[in-house]
């Protein structure tokens, strides 16, 4: 990390310094809040999926469809995040707590930008997206609908993961789980009462689910801008002293970018994937929607303790300690892929009855079980994937990661999605073997690049 002059290393009080001690208590002390997290963050689109799915598979269809425009704007998003954790973090093992409070400013500068393009786009281009994904005017138009209004209301969900970045990047991952647990029990009451019209509140189906997270997460920005501004942030977000850092916002956006175009890319597959499942029916497309509500729990812990090592990656590197940054990153590959082989495990006895929750359609409980099945050879390698994907990112070395995300995508997964099942008998299961194909090959692209080291090396 470039030195900062004349800036006092002094933070709050007593905070945990991760860049010492035991390395798995760090891990899990980072990593079990941000687990409980990312099921919160999960429970939002799945509360959705199941009152949605009481209007119909066209209804589900419309959701799933709209919600991969979403996922797309959210990956660029969070490819910004991952340039502020990469500085925040290095800030803070290097204890230099100024700098990470204008590292943290200069992002929610970006984040205000952001929110107001994503606006705009899903005023104006909102229908246009969603037909480029699908021709049947029942999905367009119930597609449409949730798509403006999660757009047009993005600012909550934009500020929100900013705010969570901020304060994951400095070891604090409790508060952002008792926040996304308040907003997210308001999401699951307010969810029926908006969709079917209980009480008081109109019917508004489809919109009702969108307007509902926005009003959720807007619940979650208040009350992190709290925690933020407050004594409990181990970074005390104040901008008296703000003004407009254009070295640190180009450094948030050089580290940034990379991992924004490997978000946006992954988020543009999701678009061909349900373009090449479209002509195989609404049931093809609704399975593949409860499919990846179903794999969203079970990624929750790669995602968790990829999180937590990316944040002790980042930490230790700025503390100068490149080996105990490796060693963090080995320790939640072996954790994690023990807990995916156990849930595979448990997944496979209950399979049915999970995906009975989604709906009680014969065609498509059968449908999404066989996605599924498919998806769990993947799973094996999910462990790899994540945690040094995450490591790599935290790290600050984007550029690897982008590339190796790039071919991953295009040529394991679109390419042999679009060609399996036009030249083999597989049908609409070929292109779910593609995307269990590119997991695969993606956490050993990973753990081939990682094993280099160079990523120790790599300055912000």
Known sequence: MEKT??????????????????????????????????????????IDTIWVGQLGRVAVAAVGVAGTAVMLAMGLMMGFTMGSLALMARAIGAKDYKFANRVAQQAIVISAIFAVVIALVGQFLGERILLLITSDPEIVKLGTIYLRIEFIGGATMVFRMTMDTIMQASGDTFNPMWIAAVYRVFHIILCPFLIFGWWIFPEMGVSGAALTGVIAQGLGVFLGIRVLVGDKSRVKLSFKEFKFDFVVIWRIVRIGMPASISGIQRSVSQFLLQIFMAPFGQAALAAHVIAQRVE??????????????????????????????????????????????????????????????????????????????????????????FVLMNCLQGAGDTIATMIIGVVDTWLITILPAYLLPKYTSWGVLGIRWAITASVIIGGIAMLIYFRTGRWKTRRV
């Open 296 to 385: 969203m729990f079970f990624f929750m812990p790669a995602m968790s303790f990829g999180s937590g090592a990316g944040v002790l990656a980042g930490q230790n590197l700025g503390a100068g300690k490149p080996d105990r940054a490796e060693k963090s990153a080995w320790v939640a590959v072996w954790l994690l892929e023990g807990l995916i082989a156990l849930v595979i495990v448990i997944l496979l006895i209950w399979l049915g009855p999970v995906v009975g929750i989604f709906t009680s359609d014969p065609e498509l409980k059968s449908t999404s079980i066989q996605y599924i099945q498919i998806a769990m050879v993947g799973w094996t390698m999910i462990g790899f994937m």
């Open 5 to 46: 002059t004349n800036v006092p290393k002094t933070g709050p009080p007593g905070p945990r310094d991760f860049t010492q001690g035991s390395i798995l208590k760090n891990l899990l002390t980072l990593s079990w809040p941000i687990m409980i997290t990312q099921l919160l963050m999960t429970l939002g689109p799945t």
